[in-house]
């Protein structure tokens, strides 16, 4: 077990269309230049400036898939300096957000030196790209996985009910529209479940740290276990 620090997190009460309640959070990862990172920023006043002010400079916005880009161009307003990195799809799906690089890009050095990046290949409706942030030994996913223990609302409810991830930890099922290539991404998720991360951070639901109840990436795993095995046939000349 670790016992470095957990990086700092802002949650968002959102409400979506036709009253659908989904919890979102805003992951700071601390880079070692003293500077910040924020992953899927959620709305940002001045008090929440302030605070992440506090913390350093905010030099990237990151946003971690095509799903997560509507509070974007707010935070790009208010962080005019900062770098932007997106999916290569996000310029095509949101013309109006200004996006400096993308994230198949090499990272830039001041964020590489801190944060390793994995992108989830053979799903390019959603382009999700996870990260690891090296001190804290924390592994930031978006919509990879759920974890909504207290659902806000029927219809919330009712949603997570449908995609097997109703009050669970769980990976939705409509990855298994997403993926296109199970092979792509099964090798993609061995090369997440390599990294030593002791804290997994979604954007919807509680965090996950190991502790000697439960391990976050034997959780991972199980989530995303029907897309592994693939890997392992293909390697074996099964498929």
């Given amino acids: 077990m670790s016992d470095t620090l957990t990086l700092p997190v802002f949650e968002l009460a959102q409400t979506l269309p036709g009253r659908f309640r989904l919890p979102a959070r805003m992951t700071v990862l601390p880079l070692v230049d003293g500077g910040l990172a924020l992953v899927s920023p959620i709305p940002i006043d001045d008090a929440l400036a302030a605070t992440l002010a506090s913390l350093g400079e905010v030099r990237f916005l990151i946003a971690p898939n095509l799903l997560h880009h509507l509070y974007f161009d707010?935070?790009?307003?208010?962080?005019?300096?900062?770098?932007?990195?997106?999916?290569?799809?996000?310029?095509?799906?949101?013309?109006?957000?200004?996006?400096?690089?993308?994230?198949r890009e090499p990272l830039p050095p001041a964020l590489a030196e801190s944060v390793d990046v994995q992108r989830i290949e053979g799903a390019l409706a959603v382009d999700e790209f996870v990260f690891f942030h090296?001190?804290?030994?924390?592994?930031?996913?978006?919509?990879?996985?759920?974890?909504?223990?207290?659902?806000?609302?029927?219809?919330?409810?009712?949603?997570?009910?449908?995609?097997?991830?109703?009050?669970?930890?769980?990976?939705?099922?409509?990855?298994?529209?997403?993926?296109?290539?199970?092979?792509?991404?099964?090798?993609?998720?061995?090369?997440v479940l390599a990294w030593p991360f002791e804290t997994l951070i979604m954007a919807h639901g509680d965090i996950v740290h190991s502790d000697s109840a439960r391990d976050a990436r034997t959780m991972l795993a199980a989530a995303v276990r029907w897309v592994l095995p693939v890997r392992a046939a293909l390697a074996a000349g099964a498929l």
């Fill in 74 to 103: 707010a935070a790009i307003r208010r962080y005019p300096r900062a770098t932007v990195l997106a999916p290569p799809g996000l310029a095509h799906k949101r013309p109006d957000l200004r996006i400096d690089r993308t994230l």
């Fill in 134 to 191: 090296r001190a804290t030994q924390s592994l930031v996913v978006t919509d990879l996985v759920f974890h909504v223990l207290s659902p806000e609302g029927w219809l919330t409810g009712l949603v997570l009910r449908l995609v097997g991830c109703h009050r669970r930890f769980g990976q939705s099922r409509a990855w298994r529209l997403f993926v296109k290539d199970r092979a792509a991404a099964a090798d993609s998720l061995s090369r």
